[in-house]
């Protein structure tokens, strides 16, 4: 899922005039997509933001943000261990990045979108296949209505929504065509 919710967000940028780097001193956006299925992945991206914060003092410009499952969990607590964060968006937000990017140059301040409560997610009509894979990912439905005792996923990516068939057919022949 954060494979396909990364790739999502590249693509968005790329398409609005972003483009990527290979050094992350050259960055002018740090995104970071969390995890909090496994408490080794949420403590790793607390690890990474933290290595973000003497960049950020070096560049106050950047935009750092923190989006995803962790993100979603944490809320803006994670603004009392991390001040410096700009953006922290839950998953169900990420479609918007480039309009949170706005936000946070305009006002110079945190964005905060974390909000669960939409009746249907909007699947993106991106190929996944960003950088020329063979592989795709097929993003057919977020959440769950299950809250089963030992399972974060209601409460991170919130209630089940899902694509018809007949639209689940049409993206895999779209995504067929692309290779």
């Known amino acids: ?36 299925v496994r408490k080794k992945a949420e403590e790793k991206a607390m690890t990474l933001i933290g290595r973000f914060a003497s960049l950020k003092r070096v560049k106050p410009d950047l935009i750092l943000g923190v989006i995803g499952c ?59 296949r960003l950088n020329g894979d063979i592989t795709a990912f097929l993003k057919i439905m977020e959440g769950c209505d299950n809250f089963c005792s030992y399972c974060i996923v209601p409460f991170v990516r919130g209630r089940e929504s899902s694509l018809p068939a007949k639209e689940i057919v049409e993206r895999a022949k779209f995504l067929q065509r692309k290779k």
């Open 1 to 36: 899922m954060n494979k396909h919710d990364s790739d999502s967000i590249s693509q968005i940028l790329i398409t609005k005039g972003y483009e990527k780097t290979d050094s992350i001193d050259n960055a002018n956006i740090i995104l970071i997509n969390t995890c909090s």
């Open 70 to 128: 962790t993100a979603q969990e944490k809320g803006l607590n994670l603004l009392k261990r991390f001040p410096y964060i700009d953006i922290i968006l839950g998953p169900r937000q990420i479609h918007y990045i480039d309009g949170y990017l706005s936000q946070v140059r305009e006002r110079m301040n945190c964005i905060s979108s974390i909000d669960l409560n939409h009746e249907i997610i909007s699947f993106p009509r991106h190929n996944s």
